[in-house]
């Protein structure tokens, strides 16, 4: 069974800084993608960053510039980087991890999630 545990998440003044981990626990395949995810009250999840287990990265247009997700492998572990945190960036962050199976679908396993909260 596959666990996520994340942490950092918090209240920031609007302009600051925050970092997100990710560690990931259990058995799963080498080959896999993690990544952020977010879900504002009222509004559906939404990707944030996500980071393939070659490298290769992906971003809401509403980030760029702005976040950086990186991972470190040894650790199972997914860091998200968030920088001139706006009000609009508040919301409920998951940690997603997710790979292919044999038959073809993808897996999802998804964390507890963690509040941010930035203050105007």
């Known amino acids: 069974q596959v666990q996520l545990v994340e942490s950092g998440g918090g209240l920031v003044q609007a302009g600051g800084s925050l970092r997100l981990s990710c560690a990931a626990s259990?058995?799963?395949?080498?080959?896999?993608?993690m990544g952020w995810y977010r879900q504002a009250t009222g509004k559906r999840r939404e990707l944030v960053a996500a980071i393939t287990s070659a490298g290769s990265t992906n971003y809401a247009d509403s980030v760029k510039g702005r976040f950086t997700i990186s991972r470190d492998a040894a650790k199972n572990t997914v860091y998200l980087q968030m920088n001139s945190l706006k009000p609009e960036d508040t919301a409920v962050y998951y940690c997603?991890?997710?790979?292919?199976?044999?038959?073809?679908?993808?897996?999802?396993?998804w964390g507890q999630g963690t509040q941010v909260t930035v203050s105007s």
């Open positions: 997603n991890l997710k790979f292919p199976t044999s038959w073809g679908a993808w897996r999802d396993y």
């Open positions: 259990g058995s799963f395949p080498a080959l896999n993608t």
